[in-house]
């Protein structure tokens, strides 16, 4: 299973403004710490703050910052969020409508399990274990000072 940037780029959001939770951040900020795209690292966010995941204020001294402890932000919840496909194969493609042995196929419960799998294991983590360890935090402010 490969993440979309969506996902890839709302965790590196939400690593960045964790880091920094006692100031207001601007998707500029962002933008030039990861050299991302500006236009997207904002329309991601508006999704974060649509869903209550970052607190916005606009202004001169705007930004986003984190609308809930990090503790409380599961790494499952942002791909669920983020992640289109709920399910690993569509089996309602290719020519004729859907697959031809959909009604007698054992795979889609097989891969529904292992897509459970994959969520149990992401929602036993937070952002509050990627930014909370202070020798990573350390690493993380001194590689974004570096940029």
Do not use: W
Not at 18 to 28: E, V
Not at 40 to 50: A, T
């Amino acid at each position: 299973m490969k993440l979309t940037s969506a996902t890839d780029f709302s965790f590196r959001i939400l690593i960045y403004v964790g880091l920094n939770n006692q100031k207001m951040i601007t998707m500029n900020e962002v933008s030039e710490a990861y050299g991302l795209s500006h236009h997207h690292l904002s329309k991601l966010s508006k999704i974060l703050i649509n869903n209550g995941i970052l607190e916005a204020k606009r202004g001169r001294d705007g930004g986003v910052k984190l609308a809930i402890d990090p503790s409380e932000i599961t790494l499952g919840s942002i791909v669920r969020l983020m992640e289109p496909a709920k399910t690993l194969v569509d089996c309602q493609a290719g020519t004729g409508g859907c697959c031809k042995i959909l009604s007698a196929c054992r795979l889609i419960g097989i891969l529904a399990e292992s897509r459970m799998a994959f969520f149990k294991v992401l929602d036993n983590y937070t952002i509050a274990d990627l930014i909370d360890d202070p020798k990573a935090a350390i690493s993380l402010k001194e590689i974004f000072s570096q940029s």
